[in-house]
């Protein structure tokens, strides 16, 4: 009895298929990975922009903005947007020029023609590289630091420093 060989697959094309199909599945990870910090910085902006609309609402009734003290931010501004948002990597580092800046949101006040809490500033870190170049320059955000998107009154002038994960003493890190 002949056995007909022809009709299968050699170890050398199936080799040569698998790692065809390794080079595209490396390639589709590292642009899915990168899709996925993005969606997160997007989600850090929309964050910080609804904690800046709550801030302004409880600036509307208090004459002053809130205190940079976790717990006195928390209480005033819960009855104006219906959960704090957390960062989607809180604690985690995100990717700045040095690589060791955490991934909070940070809220900071500051006084203001010497009324205490005159201005504020919301910030955030991002995660994607290109997110830091072209979201958190000072051209973008008018903000003191490029490695931060920051929004608030008088940006410039609020924060004079942030460190990973802390920052001056007027500064809360909402976790």
């Known amino acids: 009895m002949k056995y007909n060989l022809k009709n ?5 094309e199936l080799l040569v298929v698998i790692t065809i199909i390794g080079i595209l599945a490396t390639g589709a990870v590292t ?8 969606a997160r910085d997007t989600t850090r902006i929309n964050d910080i922009k609804a904690l800046q609309t709550s801030v302004e609402q409880a600036y509307q009734d208090e004459s002053q903005y809130p205190d940079a003290t976790q717990a ?11 959960l ?7 604690g985690q580092n995100c990717n700045d020029s040095g690589g060791t ?6 809220y900071t006040t500051a006084q203001d023609a010497g009324i205490d809490n005159g201005k504020y500033e919301l910030s955030t870190a991002f995660e994607a590289a290109g997110s830091v170049t072209s979201k958190a320059a000072q051209v973008v955000d008018n903000g003191a630091d490029d490695s931060r998107f920051e929004i608030g009154i008088d940006v410039a002038t609020v924060v004079t420093t942030v460190a ?5 003493q007027t ?5």
Do not use: H, M, R, W
Not at 31 to 38: G, L
Not at 72 to 82: D, P, R
Not at 101 to 106: F, L, P
Not at 164 to 168: I, K
């Open 8 to 12: 299968g697959f050699t170890l050398i």
């Open 171 to 175: 500064c809360q890190v909402l976790a």
């Open 84 to 90: 704090i948002p957390q960062d989607p990597k809180n």
């Open 101 to 106: 800046t955490t991934c909070v949101y940070a």
């Open 31 to 38: 642009v899915f990975t990168s899709q996925i910090q993005k």
């Open 164 to 168: 990973p994960g802390v920052t001056t």
């Open 72 to 82: 006195e931010f928390i209480s005033a501004v819960s009855s104006y947007i219906e």
